[in-house]
């Protein structure tokens, strides 16, 4: 049962340019939503999260959107640079409803920049 | 201050064998959860854990897989009579409060012959 979906398994974009992934989820109970980045060989790394008490978050040229209605949110990094390449995975826990630290992670997206 | 710590970082089992995977969390860390990945699909979550105390196992297998974080020493998961299932990335975490952001391991690669 998956409760978070990355329908994009890859995303290529030109240095520069804006990426967005995007990441749906169907537990509408969940209510802290979180993003990882992935290198080869290495643990995910903490990107940025949101509270759904909110609809944006930014931390430099990371942006995270929550759509509540839709089930929905988005990781927007602007501009992109060849360090982005990497896997992320979206994550969702419902912290804040219950007290809930366990994590559900979307399959992930690769993301490629391109020189 | 050193990150989450685990290894192996590659191990090979024959069928049957046990596997012992382990983790260090970061200093001051108190809280680990061990979460796998199988390939092409995103972590899961198998069990949450204090020191000396299973908090969480909800997500481990009925059989074969048990956890463990002893007063002293890393946390161990333990896998016996490995299948070629459980081959899979084996990621732990630690944080140093309950809630606090899940700082990540870079895990262990386990594959079962």
């Known amino acids: 049962d998956q409760q978070v979906k990355q329908n994009s398994p890859s995303l290529s974009v030109q240095e520069g340019r804006i990426s967005i992934l995007n990441c749906d989820y169907t537990?509408?109970?969940?209510?802290?939503f979180l993003w990882y980045k992935k290198y080869p060989a290495e643990g995910p790394t903490f990107l940025i999260s949101i509270s759904s008490i909110k609809d944006k978050n930014e931390d430099g040229r990371f942006t995270v959107f929550l759509n509540k209605s839709a089930k929905h949110l988005s990781l927007h990094i602007v501009p992109s640079q060849p360090g982005d390449s990497a896997v992320y995975f979206c994550?969702?826990?419902?912290?804040?409803?219950?007290?809930?630290?366990?994590?559900?992670f979307g399959a992930g997206t690769t993301v490629t920049v391109r020189a | 201050n050193a990150g989450v710590m685990q290894n192996p970082r590659h191990l090979v089992r024959r069928r049957g064998q046990e596997a012992r995977l382990r983790c260090s969390p970061m200093?001051?860390?108190?809280?680990v959860y061990w979460y796998r990945q199988l390939p092409e699909e995103g972590l899961k979550f198998m069990v949450y854990l204090q020191k000396e105390n299973i908090i969480d196992e909800s997500g481990m297998p009925k059989e074969r897989f048990s956890a463990e974080f002893p007063k002293e020493g890393p946390s161990i998961l333990r896998i016996q009579q490995v299948v070629r299932g459980d081959s899979a990335a084996y990621f732990c975490?630690?944080?140093?409060?309950?809630?606090?952001?899940?700082?990540f391991g870079p895990g262990t690669r386990l594959t079962v012959t």
């Open positions: 994550a969702a826990s419902q912290r804040f409803g219950s007290n809930d630290y366990k994590l559900s």
């Open positions: 537990n509408s109970m969940f209510d802290y």
């Open positions: 975490a630690s944080s140093p409060r309950y809630l606090d952001e899940q700082y």
């Open positions: 200093k001051g860390h108190s809280h």
